[in-house]
């Protein structure tokens, strides 16, 4: 059972145009969200989050949108740089049984910049 | 910022042997340190959870005689896969939480079994 979704495994973007990565959850319990980039060979790297209380989180040139009614996340890009080529992974998080947090993770898109 | 170190980055083993995978917070003290598997085009999978000192919880349907996690110090926790086959072949990462900090990741470990 996927908890955390993202529908789109790939993504191209003209350099200098709107990246936009979507992520659909199932679980209303999840109460924090991340984004997490990843290039190949490497580990996650945290790039933004939101809690469940907000509805937008904006760092630089990352926005995260929330829409809990839809169970629906985003994140934008802008203007989207060729360095932004990787893979994204949108994670929900939630207080486990055992008392941890616990990460869940989608599958990951692909997002290539064009230049 | 903090940086996680995990080794082997890669490692090739031959089936019924066992495997060592090293996860070390380098700057900082890991309360909690986590073990994730990746699939080819899967989201990566937790498959358990450690704390300093005591036992490691396990997910659901992760095998804890086959997959032995070790977390004996605050900068330090160990998966190993013991008598791996084929089908353990995976990419598996470490991630260590600090407190108020969130999660750092290792560079993961792409085991092979042949």
């Known amino acids: 059972d996927q908890q955390v979704k993202q529908n789109s495994p790939s993504l191209s973007v003209q350099e200098g145009r709107i990246s936009i990565l979507n992520c659909d959850y199932t679980?209303?319990?999840?109460?924090?969200f991340l984004w997490y980039k990843k290039y190949p060979a490497e580990g996650p790297t945290f790039l933004i989050s939101i809690s469940s209380i907000k509805d937008k989180n904006e760092d630089g040139r990352f926005t995260v949108f929330l829409n809990k009614s839809a169970k629906h996340l985003s994140l934008h890009i802008v203007p989207s740089q060729p360095g932004d080529s990787a893979v994204y992974f949108c994670a929900a998080s939630l207080i486990s049984n055992f008392g941890n947090e616990k990460l869940t993770f989608g599958t990951g898109t692909r997002l290539t910049i064009i230049p | 910022g903090a940086v996680v170190s995990q080794h082997p980055s890669r490692v090739i083993c031959k089936s019924g042997t066992s495997v060592k995978i090293e996860c070390r917070s380098l700057?900082?003290?890991?309360?909690?340190m986590f073990w994730y598997r990746q699939f080819p085009k899967k989201s990566l999978m937790l498959m358990a959870t450690?704390?300093?000192?005591?036992?490691?919880?396990?997910e659901q349907g992760v095998e804890k005689d086959k997959f032995l996690i070790n977390h004996a110090s605050l900068t330090l926790s160990t998966l190993t896969v013991t008598s791996a086959h084929p089908e353990d072949s995976s990419f598996y990462i470490c991630?260590?939480?600090?407190?108020?900090?969130?999660?750092?990741f290792g560079s993961g470990t792409r085991l092979t079994v042949v």
């Open positions: 700057d900082f003290q890991a309360t909690t």
């Open positions: 679980n209303s319990m999840f109460d924090y």
């Open positions: 450690s704390n300093e000192g005591s036992k490691a919880t396990y």
């Open positions: 991630s260590a939480q600090q407190r108020n900090y969130g999660y750092t």
